[in-house]
Antibody, heavy 117, light 111 residues
Framework: EVQLEESGGGLVQPGGSLRLSCTVS????????MSWVRQAPGKGLEWISF???????YYADSVKGRFAISRVNSRNEVYLQMNSLRAEDTAVYYC???????????WGRGTLVTVSS | QSALTQPASVSGSPGQSITISCTGT?????????VSWYQQHPGKAPKLIIY???NWPSGVSTRFSGSKSGNTASLTISGLQAEDEADYYC???????????FGGGTKLTVL
């Protein structure tokens, strides 16, 4: 059974930093395309970042230059380092597998990030 | 503003069928058969219900079906049930540097 579990969310001040973790079981992150998707309160879903099996990384324009996705193969974990946080980054952040470059098939339960003074 | 356009809301009675549209461009929906649909209940993670336009993941009811014509994809739910009340999102691969386009979501109300 595949399971993804996010952690690391919380309250942070504008301009601050936070690192989210995604602990994965049932699949090997280094063999897959992993992603972060977020959802602001009462809003729709927004893709923000991929890390491919090759290690290549991609970002939505809204977070480019501020967020960084990475993974640790030995821990089978994916991370999202978030810097220069803004109020508009407030959202539930989901970790998901992006299968075959066409769809998100496995999702975690999400972790809430609140950016506020 | 979302890259893909969905109606904000749709409604139907139990047993009826409803269709949710998702309109994009030739750079996304019209150019690739990589449309997927997700169901999200309040406070829960999204759940994949259709991938690559019309394929079902294992365990998903065949009451959900997907199709595409030109730049518009559609999700049809037949035999509506109370548990189908949720938000539904479409996505598509896009050849723009955004890589993935999401729809704004459609709230389904079962009357």
């Amino acid at each position: 059974e595949v399971q993804l579990e996010e952690s690391g969310g919380g309250l942070v001040q504008p301009g601050g930093s936070l690192r989210l973790s995604c602990t994965v079981s049932g699949l090997i992150v280094s063999n897959n395309y992993m992603s972060w998707v977020r959802q602001a309160p009462g809003k729709g879903l927004e893709w923000i970042s991929f890390i491919y099996n090759t290690g290549d990384t991609y970002y939505a324009d809204s977070v480019k230059g501020r967020f960084a996705i990475s993974r640790v193969n030995s821990r089978n974990e994916v991370y999202l380092q978030m810097n220069s946080l803004r109020a508009e980054d407030t959202a539930v952040y989901y970790c998901a597998r992006y299968d075959a470059l066409t769809h998100f098939d496995y999702w975690g339960r999400g972790t809430l990030v609140t950016v506020s003074s | 503003q979302s890259a893909l356009t969905q109606p904000a809301s749709v409604s139907g009675s139990p047993g009826q069928s409803i269709t949710i549209s998702c309109t994009g461009t030739s750079s996304d929906i019209g150019g690739y058969n990589y449309v997927s649909w997700y169901q999200q209940h309040p406070g829960k993670a999204p759940k994949l219900i259709i991938y690559e336009v019309s394929n079902w993941p294992s365990g998903v009811s065949t009451r959900f079906s997907g199709s595409k014509s030109g730049n518009t994809a559609s999700l049809t739910i037949s035999g509506l049930q109370a548990e189908d009340e949720a938000d539904y999102y479409c996505t598509s691969y896009t050849s723009t540097n955004a890589l993935v386009a999401f729809g704004g979501g459609t709230k389904l109300t079962v009357l």
